[in-house]
């Protein structure tokens, strides 16, 4: 079991940046891939962006991809989403999400909320215009 934490949220103009943070518990890091979802009110959580268990292969909404950048540090187990050129519409609770990869599985990038086995308590992103 992993146990996920995020940070780095906050209130930004429209066009700043912000830095998340996913800090996880215990020493098999390295066996989850990490996502990064959102929920802005009376929306359903939507996918971000997320990272293979190596680092090596990423996957982005397309309303992010060119803004928003997803990387880890397995040493640290720590997941990061820097995001650029934020809007109005980025506004949401960012969670961090982690699965369990099989050592025998192929690469995996998935996007599916439901894909994922463990969820931190999410960090409030607000954008002012």
């Known amino acids: 079991q992993v146990q996920l934490v995020e940070s780095g949220g906050g209130l930004v103009q429209a066009g700043g940046s912000l830095r998340l943070s996913c800090a996880a518990s215990?020493?098999?890091?390295?066996?989850?891939?990490m996502g990064w979802f959102r929920q802005a009110p009376g929306k359903d959580r939507e996918f971000v962006s997320m990272?293979?268990?190596?680092?090596?292969?990423?996957n982005s909404a397309d309303s992010v991809k060119g803004r928003f950048t997803i990387s880890r540090d397995n040493a640290k187990n720590t997941v990061w989403l820097q995001m650029n050129s934020l809007k109005p519409e980025d506004t949401a609770v960012y969670y961090c999400?982690?699965?369990?990869?099989?050592?025998?599985?192929?690469?995996?990038?998935?996007?599916?909320?439901?894909?994922?086995?463990?969820w931190g308590q999410g960090t409030q992103v607000t954008v002012s215009s």
């Open positions: 999400a982690a699965k369990i990869i099989p050592p025998d599985w192929p690469t995996w990038v998935g996007s599916r909320a439901l894909q994922y086995d463990y």
């Open positions: 215990g020493r098999t890091f390295s066996r989850y891939a």
């Open positions: 990272i293979s268990r190596s680092g090596g292969a990423t």
